[in-house]
C-alpha cells in the first residue's frame, strides 16, 4: 500500500524555486510563496528563489545554473507552461533535460481534471532530470501549484514514501554520465 513509512528516515532536500513571468514580483509571487511555504512545512530548504521573464534563454540559463549548483537537488519552476504564444517553459527545460519523466505531466492533468475539468488540456507541466537534479514546470496559478505539490511531488520528494520516491533514486542519476 502506497503511503509514508514512519520507520523510515526523511532526508530533507535542496529546492530551488523559479517563477517564470512578466508580470509578477517578489511582493507578489503568490504562487511561488505557496511552493516555497508547503517545501518547508514538509522539511525541505529553500536553496534558491528567484523571477525570469517569460523568455527562453532567460529559464534556460537559471535551470543551467542550478542543475550545476550542487546545493540544488531539485527545481521547481510556476509559469509558462500554458499554450500562448509567451508561454515557453517547456521547451526551455526540454533543451536541458537528459531524461524526461512523461508520467509527472501525465499524472498533473489527471489529477487536475479532477478539480478543473478539460480546462487541464491547456496545462504543458512538465518533468525530468537533467545532471542529477530534478526539474519540474508546474502552471502559474496558485491552485495549480498547491495541487502539484500536495498530490504529486509532497510524496515524491519524501524519502519515506513507498513504494518508491524520487529521493531514493538520487544517488544513482549520473550512473553512466561521463
Not at 527545460?93 to 509527472?104: E, L, N, R, T
Not at 498533473?108 to 481534471?113: A, H
Not at 480546462?119 to 507541466?125: D, G, I, L
Not at 511531488?153 to 542519476?173: G, H
Request: charged share 25%; aromatic share 6%.
Amino acid at each position: 500500500m502506497a503511503g509514508i513509512k514512519e520507520n523510515r528516515t526523511f532526508h530533507p532536500v535542496n529546492i530551488a524555486l523559479l517563477t517564470v513571468s512578466d508580470t509578477r514580483t517578489e511582493a507578489d509571487d503568490k504562487s511561488g510563496d505557496i511552493l516555497a511555504e508547503l517545501a518547508v512545512e514538509a522539511g525541505h530548504k529553500i536553496a534558491a528563489r528567484t523571477i525570469v521573464t517569460d523568455e527562453q534563454k532567460q529559464i534556460i540559463a537559471q535551470l543551467k545554473d542550478w542543475i550545476a549548483d550542487p546545493g540544488v537537488d531539485v527545481v521547481i519552476a510556476t509559469g509558462g507552461t500554458g499554450v500562448t504564444g509567451r508561454d515557453v517553459t517547456p521547451e526551455a527545460f526540454a533543451q536541458v533535460y537528459d531524461k524526461d519523466i512523461p508520467g509527472f505531466g501525465e499524472l498533473f492533468r489527471m489529477l487536475s481534471y479532477e478539480k478543473i475539468g478539460t480546462s487541464t488540456m491547456q496545462s504543458r507541466a512538465t518533468g525530468g532530470v537533467a545532471s542529477g537534479t530534478y526539474l519540474f514546470a508546474l502552471p502559474g496559478s496558485p491552485g495549480a501549484c498547491r495541487d502539484g505539490w500536495e498530490d504529486i511531488l509532497r510524496w515524491q520528494l519524501d524519502s519515506r514514501y513507498r513504494p518508491c520516491n524520487l529521493v531514493d533514486l538520487m544517488p544513482r542519476l549520473q550512473e553512466h554520465e561521463d
